[in-house]
C-alpha cells in the first residue's frame, strides 16, 4: 500500500499508466466526455517523464526552462468508456525530431481499446519557442524511442 | 443587452461562436490547456445545433432519441490563446453520409488563427449504436452543407 | 448580434452574467457536476470585474501585479441544472476589508434558485502575499458595495 | 507495482487518498484552480465507497438505484498546491442521518494541510428524491462513523 500517487510502469519501450473514471469524466450521455481523454493523455505523459526522472516543475524552473507543448494530436474514439470503469492509458515515445517529441497514446479497459491517440509535443522555452531538449533529457528517453 | 447566453451567428454557413478564456481554461505555463479547446468546439457545436432548431436534452428525450458523439478529431495548435482573450470559434458543417457529420472548425484571435480540428461525428442511439439523422434535422442542417 | 463573449450587465449593485449549460459542464447522473458551479461563479466575478474596467492579465502584468484567490467558499445545492438550461449567475461585492473582498452568488434558472455561493476572495501578489486593493479598483468597486 | 489504480486506504477511520497535481488542475496563476479540489474530493470520496465495498455504477444500476449529490459543502483554502505536488486527501464519514452523510476532508501535501471541506451528501434517487442508503451500506459504513 504506497502512500505515493501512482506513477505507471514500464513494460518494454511502453509506459502503462492505470486510472479511475470519476463522476468529474463523465457527461449526462453517460460516458466519459471526449475532451477529458486529453487529460487522460497528459497525465500519462507527464508520469513516463517523471518515471524517468523529469519533473515539470524542475523543468520549468531550471537554468534553461523548458515546457512541452502538443502541437498536433489526432484522436479516435473506437469505445466508449464508463464512471467506475479502470483503465490503461499506453504511452510510447517513439522519434525526436529536434525540439520535437512524437508520441503513441492508446487508452485500454482490459484488451478493449477505446481511444488512440497520435500526437506531436515540441518543448519550448517561456516565451514559447521550440527549444532543443537538453542532452540529459535526450539520454535518458533514449531507450525508449523506436529503433533507428 | 441581451438576457440569453451567447448562441453566436452565421456568416454564409459558418457559424461563429464567442468566448472569453477564463482561469479555469488556462494552466500554469499561461496558456490555454490542450484539452480545453475541445470544450470550446463543442460549445460552438452545441450552439449551431440549437440556432437552427435542436437541443440536446430534447433529442436525447424524443421518441427517436438521438446524440452525437464524436469518432475522431485531429487538432492541429498553431498559436496559444491566454487569460481574457476573446475568442472566436468557427464552426462548418461540410457534409452528412448516413450518421455521420463531417465538421470543420477553427478557433480565432481577431484574425489570428489558433487552432484548428477537423472532426467525425456519429448520431447514436442511448444504447451508442449509430443511427440515420432525423428527415427535419437532415432538411435543417441541408443549407449548410458544403455543395455537393 | 454583437462579437464578442458575453460579459453580463448591472441590475442596481447586482451583476448578471448568462450562461448556457455544456456538455462539459454535466456528469453521468444527468446533472451539472458540483464543481463546475465554481467555475460559473469564477467566470462572473470575472465579467464584473472586466464591467468595472479591470483585467486578469493587466493587473496580474502590471507594477504592482495582483490576482485574486479565492480563501474560503460555501456553496449550497437546491436544485440541479441540466444540459441546454440557460442560467444566471447574480453576483455582488459586499465589502472591501484590506486585501480581503467579501462576495455574494447565486445560480438561478429563470425563477428557480439553484445554487448559492459565499466567498472571501483575496488579493495577493504573484508571491502568494496578500495585497490591498490598488486606489482606483477601489474607487471603481466602491459604488457596488453594500451601504456601510 | 499494481496494474490497479489508486483506491487509497484507511488509517483508523480515516480513509487516505494520494494523487499527484498535473497540467489540467493548475491555472494561469501557477497553482491549482479552486474548483478542482472539489474534483480531488469527490475522487477520495469515491475510493472510500468503492473500499469499502460500492461502486457508483453498481447502486446507480441495481434495484434500489442511488446516487450521492453533495447538498452543501464549505471549502477553506490555507495554501496553494501547485504543478506535480504530491497530495492526499483524507476523508471521514462523521455522521449518517436519514439520507443524509455528513463528510470531512482535508487536503494535505506531506504534513501541509492546503484545504479544508466539510460537506453534507444526500443519497438519491435517479428522479432527485432523497432516499434512505440500504441496509449493507448502512452497515458497511458504521464502522467508519464518529462514535455517538
Redesign the interface.
Known amino acids: ?7 505507471g ?1 514500464f513494460e518494454g519501450r511502453v509506459h ?1 499508466y ?3 473514471v ?3 469524466d ?6 466519459v ?4 481523454y ?2 487522460f493523455c ?2 500519462a505523459r ?2 513516463f517523464f ?1 518515471l524517468v526522472g523529469f ?4 523543468l ?1 524552473e531550471g537554468d534553461n526552462p523548458i ?1 512541452f ?9 473506437k469505445k ?1 468508456a ?3 470503469d ?3 492509458v499506453r504511452t510510447s515515445y517513439d522519434r525526436i525530431k529536434g525540439p520535437r517529441l512524437f508520441v503513441s497514446q492508446s487508452v485500454w479497459r482490459g484488451d478493449e481499446e477505446l481511444v488512440t491517440a497520435v500526437s506531436e509535443a515540441t518543448a519550448i522555452s ?1 516565451e ?1 519557442r521550440p527549444r532543443r531538449m537538453p542532452k540529459n533529457m535526450m539520454e535518458a528517453l533514449g531507450p525508449y524511442l523506436l529503433p533507428v
Chains 1, 2, 3, 4 share one sequence.
Open positions: 500500500m504506497s502512500e505515493n500517487p501512482t506513477i510502469w502503462h492505470p486510472l479511475r470519476y463522476y468529474e463523465t457527461d449526462f450521455s453517460g460516458v466526455y471526449y475532451a477529458n486529453l487529460k497528459e497525465r507527464s508520469s517523471r519533473e515539470h516543475a524542475a520549468w515546457a507543448a502538443i502541437r498536433k494530436i489526432a484522436l479516435d474514439y466508449p464508463r464512471i467506475d479502470s483503465l490503461i517561456p514559447g
